[in-house]
């Protein structure tokens, strides 16, 4: 019987190298095609910030034939856009501590209890990221008026801070449903009380989703143009209403360009310091996906 056996054929390195070979030349060429995809339009812009108004930069030249500091000098000199980066800046971490605020009691609630009907509530929180942003805005305009908020500072935050809640929410329902219940019985059991068990248990274990929830709400409130528009002006410019001024009628792409380098720098260093913290299931959560 032992003659009629057909022995096994081991797996040798040899015989998986071409899968490997084949991985990592769709991984190269994935990773190739997502640089080029960003780095691309992210260097034009900042060219076209630099590019001197007295030699253009047209088709078949690569590169500009003259750069100057002349746009940047122009955008600061004609617009409120220091007013603008103050309103932007400081409104964006108020709104997102709002967020966090408003946002953890349902968070908790929704991360460690089990009730009916939570399913959609999960789904009706994503709501306000499927909506339009100006139909929201247009929606919430009249209620803004009528509380007194229309044209304010907290107005603002206030608005904000509602289009950061949903990321705010998912993410820290996500933080929370991860953490281990052993460890939650564990700390009962050596006397923790509600608030040490709050304290020292549930926030050092959310801590990375509750950085990621920052750091979409952050990133929310500095690109938010409509109900910056239909709330905030006259009376707060953001840095996006002062972008889309320069996108209108009357397209001046090297304006454009300086206050698109303005508001986006910042974004890409957040984006950097998120790296070093965030999970691939918390940048999914951001989206909806469980």
Known sequence: MSDLAVPAVPTTAASARPRLRAGGLLAGLTTALLLVWVLVPLGMGLLWSFVDPSHSWSYPDTFPSALSFHNWSSVFRVTNVLGAIQVSFSVAPLATLLAFLLSLPTAYLLGRYTFPGKETVKILILLPIMLPGMV???????????????????????????????????????????????????????????????????????????????????????????????????????????????????????????????????????????????????????????
């Open 136 to 290: 929201i805005a247009l929606f919430l305009s009249p209620l803004f008026s009528m509380l007194g908020l229309a044209q304010t500072y907290a107005g603002l935050v206030i608005g904000h801070a509602f289009l950061g809640i949903p990321y705010m929410l998912r993410i820290l329902t996500v933080s929370f449903e991860a953490v281990p219940q052993d460890v939650i019985d564990a700390a009962e059991n050596l006397g923790a009380s509600r608030w040490t068990l709050f304290a020292e248990v549930f926030i050092p274990l959310i801590m990375p989703g509750l950085f990621a929830a920052a750091i979409f709400t952050f990133i929310t409130s500095l690109e938010e143009f409509n109900l910056s528009f239909v709330i905030g002006l006259p009376n707060y410019q953001t840095i996006p209403t002062i972008l889309y001024g320069f996108l209108g009628r009357h397209f001046i792409r090297t304006d454009a360009s300086v206050v698109s380098a303005i508001l986006m720098l910042p974004n890409i260093v957040l984006l950097f310091a998120a790296e070093r913290f965030l999970k691939t299931e918390y940048l999914a959560s951001a989206f909806g996906k469980m």
